[in-house]
């Protein structure tokens, strides 16, 4: 497999996501692998190409929380809040899915978690296919994340459609991981966005 690369540019990676494609993207944080979080056989070809296990879940990309009432339901208003303070950026928050969210997106589990990423790559890309993208980062399992094309590229060449160049991502962290579905909500993962700021948006 040839892995086609736009420079800066979507290119037509809305196109091969909708064939059932995956394409690596830039983000704020780190690169990620992008399909079609709808389609189950895309997504099992995400865990294929990280060699990732099928027993661990993964994100997905939506444009905003409008767009996340398709996926998830009893959304809490403190995720609204977070939303609002956060969104677009390095936030990922974990609420109850709807049935629509396939199990190899969550590993059969009951939540799925969501992000709006801070990347005008990213979200063109989202609009122009108007679905939800997977969002994990792009990496082999185990190895440390891709913040940069090369790394990107050293890790995927031949084994996914394409990729967006977007040189290096600014952040180079993972998003901060918030479980919404627990009262008070827990920080799972200490990422793009620190732990005080999380907790004052919540008490606002």
Do not use: Q
């Amino acid at each position: 497999m040839k892995t086609l690369v736009f420079e800066n540019s979507v290119g037509s990676a809305a196109e091969i996501i909708m064939s059932g494609g995956v394409a690596a993207v830039p983000t704020e944080t780190v690169y990620g692998l992008a399909a079609n979080a709808l389609d189950r056989r895309a997504v099992e070809r995400v865990f294929e190409a990280k060699g990732r296990p099928e027993t661990k879940p993964v994100s997905i990309f939506v444009t905003d929380m409008k767009s996340a009432e398709n996926f998830c339901c009893h959304i809490p208003g403190a995720a609204y809040r977070l939303a609002n303070a956060f969104w677009p950026g390095p936030l990922t928050m974990i609420l109850k899915r709807r049935g629509n969210v396939p199990d190899t997106i969550t590993a059969g589990g009951e939540t799925v978690g969501i992000r709006c990423p801070d990347n005008k790559l990213v979200l063109e890309l989202l609009r122009e296919t108007g679905i939800p993208l997977t969002g994990t980062s792009a990496n082999l399992s185990g190895e440390p994340d891709a913040a940069d094309f090369d790394c990107v590229m050293k890790y995927f060449d031949g084994k996914i459609e394409c990729a967006i160049d977007g040189g290096k991502c600014p952040g180079g962290v993972p998003s901060t991981v918030v479980d919404m579905t627990s009262e008070p909500p827990v920080i799972l993962r200490h990422g793009g966005i620190p732990d005080d700021d999380i907790w004052r948006a919540l008490n606002t």
